[in-house]
């Protein structure tokens, strides 16, 4: 695997030629827009911050026009999605109690064996539902795939193709933020980690999401809900042991050090890490060798300095 450059958001404080100017090769440059979904193909900005030509996959456009010719695998697709939205809304539900729970008794100020006991086996509860909601959905995907191959029909092949072709001759991909949902399902319809894996990526809030381990959505004091970070699914694992935090700081009580450790204590062996504006973390292989602007999630309820030791 080559180079991958995470950052945080682009636009109040753009880094993204900071990570162009290490990347060695030269020429053409991708990038990957699904996510703005409506507004995919918008280039224009990056390609005058970059002073190079841009060009978009439009996964969200070529899509959309492959399930308009193959109505079969549309109606499998939309059957899918109601199918992943039914788990998430039970996994929600479940979440809800669970992490009240936890977070009870976590307010407790009593010293003791059995309090922390007690504080321990909550958290577990969490970490097991986060895992059994990803077998769930994990389970959903592998029957489709299994059933529909979609990458091997002959609308989505063509699309696919298409899509490769580019990425061939392409110096780095560029995978911007957006709806990180919509995103992730296009980069997996059309089967394209091995090509990715391939090439020097450079990618930013919802789409660095999109390329770790895990998707989690996330935010402590949301205007409605109780604010109880959640699993989406899995990502596509280009990300070894990296869990991106876009917009940490506006999202997150990075102050409170129950709030931090839970999010370190749940999602460990993961690396829970901020992306906030100016943030940039070098990944060579599958460890990070640089990280600016960016600070880890630990479970003593502090922020590291590094994302990794």
């Not at 180079?3 to 053409?28: C, K, Y």
């Not at 899918?80 to 009240?100: G, I």
């Not at 592998?142 to 298409?162: G, I, K």
């Not at 109780?226 to 990502?235: I, R, T, Y």
Request: hydrophobic share 45%; glycine share 6%; net charge positive.
């Amino acid at each position: 695997m080559t180079d991958i450059f995470v950052l945080g958001p682009q636009r109040e404080r753009p880094n993204l030629t900071d990570a162009m100017r290490q990347i060695e090769s030269r020429g053409a440059i991708c990038t990957i827009t699904a996510g703005w979904q409506q507004r995919e193909g918008e280039v224009d900005d990056l390609q005058e911050h970059l002073e190079s030509e841009v060009e978009d996959l439009q996964l969200y456009r070529r899509l959309d026009h492959a399930l308009a010719l193959d109505q079969e695998l549309a109606g499998a697709h939309r059957e899918r999605q109601a199918r992943l939205r039914q788990r998430q809304r039970w996994y929600r539900r479940r979440l809800h109690h669970s992490m009240e729970a936890y977070l009870e008794l976590a307010a407790e100020t009593e010293a003791s064996a059995a309090l922390l006991a007690e504080q321990r086996a909550a958290l577990n509860a969490i970490r097991a539902l986060d895992r059994h909601h990803l077998r769930q959905i994990g389970a959903i995907h592998a029957a489709f795939t299994a059933r529909w191959r979609p990458a091997m029909r002959p609308a989505m092949a063509e699309q696919r193709d298409a899509i490769v072709r580019r990425l061939e001759t392409a110096a780095a991909v560029l995978v911007a933020g957006g709806h990180v949902a919509v995103l992730l399902s296009r980069l997996r319809l059309f089967g394209l980690v091995a090509e990715l894996r391939s090439k020097p990526l450079i990618a930013w809030s919802a789409g660095a999401m999109a390329l770790a381990e895990r998707v989690v959505l996330f935010h402590d004091s949301p205007p409605q809900g109780a604010g109880h970070a959640e699993v989406l699914d899995s990502g596509l694992a280009l990300l070894p042991r990296l869990l991106p935090l876009p917009h940490a700081r506006e999202r997150l009580r990075l102050h409170d050090p129950r709030r931090v450790a839970l999010m370190a204590g749940r999602f460990h062996p993961l690396h829970p890490v901020t992306l906030d504006a100016g943030s940039l973390i070098r990944l060579s292989g599958s460890a990070p060798v640089m990280a600016q602007g960016t600070a880890r999630l630990t479970t003593r309820g502090n922020l590291a300095g590094a994302p990794l030791t």
